[in-house]
C-alpha cells in the first residue's frame, strides 16, 4: 500500500520545477523539508518551519549539505502571514504534515486556529497552478476538529472557484486513518 506521505510526495512533485520557492509549514524530522529542497534543486528555495526547536534541528541534520533551506522556528500562523506580505502568489507549493512530531512531545500538536490561518496565508502565497498539501491526522486530541476545519476549507476553496482539488480523502474512510487533502489554486 502506498504511504500518504509518499503520495504528497508524488503528487507535489509532478507540479514542481527546478528554481521555484516552496514552504514546509511543518517541518518536523525533516522528511517533507529534504523532499522539497531537492525537487527545486540550488536555483530554488525551501522555506522550512515549525514551532518547535528540536525539530529545526532534526531538519538542519536530515538536509544536512542541502543550501536551499531557509530555517523558520515559530508558529506557522504568523510566519506564513509575513512570508505572504514577501512572497504574494510566488511559491509553488506549500506542505502541512499535521499533528505532533514522531519521537518527540505528543502534546505538542498543530492547532485548529493557527492551521486554519496558516491554510489562509498559504493561498495568498501559492501562484496559479501551486500546490497546497495536508495530511491531517485524527487519533490525538484536537485532531478530528482540525481535520474537519481542513476538510471544510478545501470545501470552501473549491466550490468558489480557488482550488481544483486533486486528491482528497476517501469518504468511506472510518477508522483513524491519516487524511490526505491536496489543490492546485486555480
Ligand atoms: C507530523 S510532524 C511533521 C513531520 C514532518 N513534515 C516530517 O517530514 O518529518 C508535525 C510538526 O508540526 C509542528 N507544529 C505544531 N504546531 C505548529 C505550529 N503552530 N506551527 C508550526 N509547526 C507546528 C510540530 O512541532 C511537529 O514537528
Not at 495536508?134 to 482550488?163: C, D, M, R
Request: charged share 20%; with cysteine.
Amino acid at each position: 500500500m502506498v504511504q500518504l506521505t509518499d503520495l504528497a510526495h508524488q503528487i507535489v512533485a509532478e507540479h514542481l520545477r527546478t528554481g521555484d520557492i516552496a514552504i514546509d509549514a511543518t517541518c518536523g524530522n525533516g522528511h517533507d523539508t529534504l523532499f522539497l529542497s531537492q525537487a527545486v534543486g540550488d536555483s530554488g528555495a525551501v522555506i522550512a518551519c515549525d514551532v518547535q526547536q528540536s525539530a529545526i534541528n532534526a531538519t538542519r541534520l536530515r538536509c544536512e549539505g542541502q543550501k536551499n533551506i531557509q530555517y523558520h522556528c515559530g508558529d506557522h500562523a504568523e510566519a506564513l502571514r509575513s512570508l505572504a506580505e514577501q512572497y504574494k502568489a510566488e511559491v509553488a507549493a506549500v506542505m502541512f504534515n499535521l499533528g505532533y512530531l514522531p519521537g518527540g512531545d505528543k502534546t505538542k500538536t498543530t492547532s485548529l486556529a493557527s492551521t486554519v490561518a496558516a491554510l489562509k496565508s498559504s493561498l495568498v502565497l501559492m501562484r496559479p497552478a501551486g500546490i497546497i498539501s495536508v495530511l491531517a491526522y485524527i487519533g490525538h486530541p484536537g485532531g478530528q476538529a482540525e481535520e474537519t476545519a481542513v476538510n471544510e476549507k478545501f470545501n470552501s476553496w473549491s466550490h468558489s472557484g480557488k482550488i481544483e482539488i486533486l486528491h482528497r480523502p476517501d469518504s468511506q474512510l472510518s477508522d483513524r486513518s491519516p487524511r490526505l487533502y491536496i489543490g492546485k489554486k486555480i
